[in-house]
């Protein structure tokens, strides 16, 4: 696979692995492989290789993904443009569905 990464730490993707049932759909359709197979649980693996199309959450089964389509770059950009700072979406990364 070749290395598409677009911006660093402003994907909107999260999965609450606890949820999560292990069937590997998200493996399935995910274009750019962010998610691996281990444990009977799936994991995000290449975060920032998400292009945010949304097709692992169309697909999941009990819900345990969630993602903006298309919201993370372009929110870290519109962030850095109007902060005058590198883009980010101000999210750090951290998963929002299991805290």
Known sequence: ??????????????????????????????????????????HIVRRDYCMECGACALNCQVNAITVKSGVGCAAGIISGILNNTEPTCGCSGEPSCCN
């Open 1 to 42: 696979m070749k290395e598409l990464l677009y911006l660093t730490d402003v994907v909107t993707l999260s999965l609450c692995e606890a949820t999560c049932n292990g069937c590997g759909m998200c493996i399935k359709v995910c274009p750019h492989e962010v998610f691996e197979l281990s444990g009977k649980k799936a």
